[in-house]
């Protein structure tokens, strides 16, 4: 037997997805996550996976998982203690920053405070100009008094980013290497080895974040080995990065700052996977965890990326999968502010104490309660029954909530619902209305462990009809990072009119970014079936602020300043209407994206229902819009081809639990897709 692996580390859950090679079979499983060593619920999951389905860790023979862990230590600030290189004259800046104001209508609020403070900051006496030339360079002597100031800090990694490094990366690069050698034991990061674009701030903050959550990531790398030996994985390790790619584990300690998005697009290629495969190429998915709500958005049959996505407080620029995260999820607690108002969440319980229902010592109210109290979910049967929830505890954790609130619990925790419900619609509805997307035109697809419970109740509030929800919906970021690609972009910035670019300087720039590429991929030693490379550049008219990514497709060959005049003339107008013929076009960057196709699978087909109605296996009292139902509960497993429900109706699997609300119907298609369709 010979298995491919995908785990998704989420803050209550570890999802895994086991893919037989031999029967095509898709066997998923969820376990506890552990917060204090990320790896042990890894290797737990692992074990009990393969020997329900008696095999051995020995017959896996890929292994790959989406991760949260960089990301986290971002957004709750526990990074390790960083110290920034800088050229002379440069201290500040990071907390100069692009002088905004996260609210520029609040005045009262504040500037974030900088990954690396202002005493942390080292200046070198260099300078580069913009095209590249050296103008003043570090002495051995520089960079001896830098390192023994850099010493006396006690950081545990270093970041370098010197002005226009971009033109010249070959000199930050010296510094670094220079620096790792006088100072043992501390990792260095090197923005332009990260991403060289122009705009230092951005490149700044780049190298801050890797440097702030490598030592975490190298630890976490460390462990994840050692657990993997010690169950008898011998597979080599990749994990999934932002781009909605893969990496090695050897890289991504090397540069975590690619994988802080890693977990949610993961979640997003899996969408996107079981989309294509129902004919569905326009969708808004939403992964609905513990924590927090991640949404994205599927085009033409293809994950949106974006090149400024943010982390917390951050910037980001390199290429990621476009998602937007809010904070609700089924670990969500609900209280009351200053005011009296309820609120739900950023707040979660986690996995540890967990909501009051799990039993395990949390005693706030939270959307799982909710969810419980209001009949969605059944507590001897979560997780497949391996985990029992408790009724008794959601109801007191929300007694208080309906006492202030002047509600019977069934009332109060549907008001929890809905509060969640506002939480994610009004968080969304601008992000969607800013690409042009009106949420009535797309799918929604529910995934995590809370998705396809609380789906109708965000289709209806964002006014959507149809819900595709996939087979195993609470496990589809680990099957996202079981089959996604290995993947890496490159940069190089340009910035010249089109008149100064010659055919033989873009044929140079994309044959140096294509051969820089190869040999990533050909460091991952991966097993690939074939290699894709795509270029694109970044232009725009002269005098505009923002600049517009135009395919080139084609080979380096083909490329000339003639050709990418008419490319971006066609891009501009298909975006903004109208192009402008006699406009100066220049150059902002030029970009190089590889793939190596890893292969992938066909969903299982179901066997066709016997009849339209399949029986049900029990009945439920839920309460949904301010009324009780009776609710028919179905097993995911016994649903074939063709089978129709009628709601109001429960769906039952070992990942999570569906609720098809009254006005909504349920069909199954051949690939065991439940396609939820508003007929009210």
Same mark, same amino acid.
């Given at each position: 037997?010979?298995?491919?692996?995908?785990?998704?580390?989420?803050?209550?859950?570890?999802?895994?997805?086991?893919?037989?090679?031999?029967?095509?079979?898709?066997?998923?499983?969820?376990?506890?996550?552990?917060?204090?060593?990320?790896?042990?619920?890894?290797?737990?999951?692992?074990?009990?996976?393969?020997?329900?389905?008696?095999?051995?860790?020995?017959?896996?023979?890929?292994?790959?998982?989406?991760?949260?862990?960089?990301?986290?230590?971002?957004?709750?600030?526990?990074?390790?203690?960083?110290?920034?290189?800088?050229?002379?004259?440069?201290?500040?800046?990071?907390?100069?920053?692009?002088?905004?104001?996260?609210?520029?209508?609040?005045?009262?609020?504040?500037?974030?405070?900088?990954?690396?403070?202002?005493?942390?900051?080292?200046?070198?006496?260099?300078?580069?100009?913009?095209?590249?030339?050296?103008?003043?360079?570090?002495?051995?002597?520089?960079?001896?008094?830098?390192?023994?100031?850099?010493?006396?800090?006690?950081? !545990?990694?270093?970041? #370098?980013?010197? &002005? %226009? *490094? +971009?033109?010249? $990366?070959?000199?930050?690069?010296? @510094?670094?290497?220079?620096?790792?050698?006088?100072?043992?034991?501390?990792?260095?990061?090197?923005?332009?080895?990260?991403?060289?674009?122009?705009?230092?701030? !951005?490149?700044?903050? #780049?190298?801050? &974040? %890797? *440097? +702030?959550?490598? $030592?975490?990531?190298?630890?976490? @790398?460390?462990?994840?080995?050692?657990?993997?030996?010690?169950?008898?994985?011998?597979?080599?390790?990749?994990?999934?990065?932002?781009?909605?790619?893969?990496?090695?584990?050897?890289?991504?300690?090397?540069?975590?700052?690619?994988?802080?998005?890693?977990?949610?697009?993961?979640?997003?290629?899996?969408?996107?996977?079981?989309?294509?495969?129902?004919?569905?190429?326009?969708?808004?998915?939403?992964?609905?965890?513990?924590?927090?709500?991640?949404?994205?958005?599927?085009?033409?049959?293809?994950?949106?990326?974006?090149?400024?996505?943010?982390?917390?407080?951050?910037?980001?620029?390199?290429?990621?999968?476009?998602?937007?995260?809010?904070?609700?999820?089924?670990?969500?607690?609900?209280?009351?502010?200053?005011?009296?108002?309820?609120?739900?969440?950023?707040?979660?319980?986690?996995?540890?104490?967990?909501?009051?229902?799990?039993?395990?010592?949390?005693?706030?109210?939270?959307?799982?309660?909710?969810?419980?109290?209001?009949?969605?979910?059944?507590?001897?049967?979560?997780?497949?029954?391996?985990?029992?929830?408790?009724?008794?505890?959601?109801?007191?954790?929300?007694?208080?909530?309906?006492?202030?609130?002047?509600?019977?619990?069934?009332?109060?925790?549907?008001?929890?619902?809905?509060?969640?419900?506002?939480?994610?619609?009004?968080?969304?509805?601008?992000?969607?209305?800013?690409?042009?997307?009106?949420?009535?035109?797309?799918?929604?697809?529910?995934?995590?462990?809370?998705?396809?419970?609380?789906?109708?109740?965000?289709?209806?509030?964002?006014?959507?009809?149809?819900?595709?929800?996939?087979?195993?919906?609470?496990?589809?970021?680990?099957?996202?990072?079981?089959?996604?690609?290995?993947?890496?972009?490159?940069?190089?910035?340009?910035?010249?009119?089109?008149?100064?670019?010659?055919?033989?300087?873009?044929?140079?720039?994309?044959?140096?970014?294509?051969?820089?590429?190869?040999?990533?991929?050909?460091?991952?030693?991966?097993?690939?079936?074939?290699?894709?490379?795509?270029?694109?550049?970044?232009?725009?008219?002269?005098?505009?602020?923002?600049?517009?990514?135009?395919?080139?497709?084609?080979?380096?060959?083909?490329?000339?300043?003639?050709?990418?005049?008419?490319?971006?003339?066609?891009?501009?107008?298909?975006?903004?209407?109208?192009?402008?013929?006699?406009?100066?076009?220049?150059?902002?960057?030029?970009?190089?994206?590889?793939?190596?196709?890893?292969?992938?699978?066909?969903?299982?087909?179901?066997?066709?229902?016997?009849?339209?109605?399949?029986?049900?296996?029990?009945?439920?009292?839920?309460?949904?819009?301010?009324?009780?139902?009776?609710?028919?509960?179905?097993?995911?497993?016994?649903?074939?081809?063709?089978?129709?429900?009628?709601?109001?109706?429960?769906?039952?699997?070992?990942?999570?639990?569906?609720?098809?609300?009254?006005?909504?119907?349920?069909?199954?298609?051949?690939?065991?897709?439940?396609?939820?369709?508003?007929?009210?």
């Amino acid at each position: 037997m010979t298995f491919r692996l995908g785990v998704d580390i989420g803050g209550t859950f570890t999802d895994l997805s086991l893919l037989d090679d031999s029967s095509g079979a898709v066997h998923t499983h969820k376990v506890p996550s552990t917060p204090k060593s990320p790896s042990d619920a890894v290797a737990v999951g692992v074990q009990q996976l393969v020997e329900r389905l008696g095999a051995t860790a020995a017959d896996v023979a890929s292994f790959v998982h989406g991760t949260t862990i960089g990301l986290n230590a971002v957004l709750e600030r526990r990074g390790a203690k960083v110290a920034l290189v800088v050229a002379g004259g440069n201290r500040d800046l990071l907390e100069l920053a692009r002088l905004q104001k996260p609210n520029q209508f609040d005045l009262r609020s504040a500037v974030p405070e900088p990954l690396v403070p202002r005493r942390r900051v080292v200046e070198l006496p260099v300078r580069i100009d913009r095209n590249g030339r050296v103008i003043a360079a570090a002495s051995a002597g520089d960079l001896h008094r830098c390192a023994e100031a850099i010493q006396r800090m006690d950081v !545990e990694s270093v970041a #370098v980013c010197l &002005l %226009n *490094a +971009y033109a010249n $990366p070959g000199h930050e690069q010296a @510094v670094r290497d220079a620096l790792a050698k006088l100072l043992p034991g501390t990792l260095v990061s090197c923005s332009t080895e990260l991403w060289p674009e122009t705009r230092e701030y !951005e490149r700044g903050v #780049v190298a801050a &974040l %890797n *440097a +702030y959550v490598q $030592p975490i990531m190298s630890r976490y @790398v460390s462990a994840l080995k050692t657990d993997a030996a010690r169950i008898g994985l011998k597979t080599k390790l990749y994990l999934t990065r932002s781009n909605g790619g893969v990496m090695s584990a050897e890289s991504a300690a090397h540069v975590p700052v690619h994988t802080l998005l890693s977990g949610p697009a993961a979640g997003v290629v899996g969408a996107t996977f079981v989309a294509r495969a129902a004919g569905v190429l326009e969708a808004v998915t939403c992964d609905i965890g513990g924590t927090s709500a991640d949404v994205s958005i599927i085009r033409d049959g293809e994950p949106v990326h974006s090149m400024d996505a943010g982390i917390g407080d951050f910037p980001i620029v390199m290429p990621a999968v476009d998602v937007f995260a809010v904070g609700a999820g089924g670990g969500s607690i609900a209280r009351f502010d200053a005011l009296g108002l309820l609120k739900l969440g950023p707040q979660s319980a986690g996995a540890v104490p967990g909501p009051a229902s799990y039993g395990k010592g949390g005693t706030q109210p939270t959307t799982t309660d909710a969810y419980l109290v209001c009949g969605f979910l059944d507590p001897d049967r979560f997780l497949g029954g391996t985990m029992k929830l408790r009724r008794d505890l959601a109801e007191q954790a929300l007694k208080p909530v309906a006492t202030r609130l002047g509600m019977d619990l069934p009332s109060a925790a549907e008001a929890v619902l809905a509060l969640g419900t506002s939480n994610m619609s009004t968080s969304l509805l601008p992000m969607l209305t800013k690409r042009g997307i009106d949420p009535r035109d797309y799918t929604l697809i529910p995934y995590g462990g809370a998705g396809a419970t609380h789906a109708c109740l965000l289709a209806e509030d964002l006014g959507m009809t149809r819900i595709l929800v996939p087979p195993s919906p609470g496990t589809l970021c680990a099957l996202g990072a079981m089959i996604a690609d290995l993947k890496a972009d490159y940069i190089r910035s340009t910035r010249l009119r089109l008149a100064e670019v010659t055919d033989e300087l873009l044929r140079d720039t994309f044959s140096d970014l294509e051969r820089q590429a190869r040999a990533w991929l050909d460091g991952e030693r991966a097993d690939v079936q074939k290699i894709d490379l795509v270029f694109s550049a970044d232009m725009r008219y002269v005098g505009q602020a923002f600049h517009i990514e135009v395919a080139l497709p084609g080979g380096v060959d083909r490329l000339g300043a003639d050709r990418l005049a008419r490319e971006f003339q066609a891009a501009y107008a298909a975006l903004y209407g109208a192009a402008q013929p006699n406009g100066v076009i220049e150059t902002v960057n030029m970009r190089a994206r590889i793939t190596g196709k890893r292969g992938t699978f066909r969903l299982r087909t179901l066997a066709k229902a016997p009849q339209a109605n399949p029986d049900p296996v029990g009945q439920r009292r839920i309460r949904y819009a301010g009324a009780f139902h009776e609710a028919k509960v179905y097993r995911r497993d016994d649903l074939l081809s063709g089978h129709r429900l009628e709601g109001p109706a429960i769906v039952e699997q070992f990942d999570t639990t569906t609720v098809v609300a009254p006005g909504f119907r349920g069909e199954v298609d051949d690939l065991g897709v439940l396609m939820i369709t508003r007929i009210q």
